[in-house]
């Protein structure tokens, strides 16, 4: 697996005890579910956040995010940031409060 654990650490700790929470190796990487949706997660570049559609403006008005691209084409309703980004606390945390709100906005599973 090509990621960073350290940064899967730092993700690991902004999430804490938060009930519902689980890892599971998808794209490469690490991903954090909540009842089994994609919060977010660490590749070989960096993190990724799976903020949803609604969000998306505003996750990506923080210094740091770019549209998710795996495949030359943006994921709509995802984000993306380099590994600078995990430095930056403020916007990390905002980033991963608001795919926490998508998570919880979709369907149970």
């Known amino acids: ?37 994609m919060v ?9 956040f799976r903020v949803g559609k609604p969000r998306e403006a505003e996750a990506l008005s923080l210094s740091g995010a770019a549209p998710l691209s795996f495949t030359g084409r943006p994921m709509g309703g995802m984000i993306e940031i380099e590994d600078a980004g995990f430095s930056d606390e403020e916007n990390l945390a905002k980033w991963i409060e608001l795919s926490l709100q998508n998570a919880r906005s979709l369907p149970p599973k």
Do not use: N, P, S, W
């Not at 890892?23 to 690490?30: A, I, T, V």
């Open 1 to 37: 697996m090509a990621y960073d654990a350290g940064q899967a650490q730092i993700i690991r700790d902004a999430l804490g005890d938060l009930d519902g929470i689980t890892e599971r190796k998808m794209f490469g990487g690490l991903c954090f579910m909540l009842h089994g949706h």
């Open 40 to 48: 977010c997660g660490v590749h070989k570049d960096g993190g990724m």
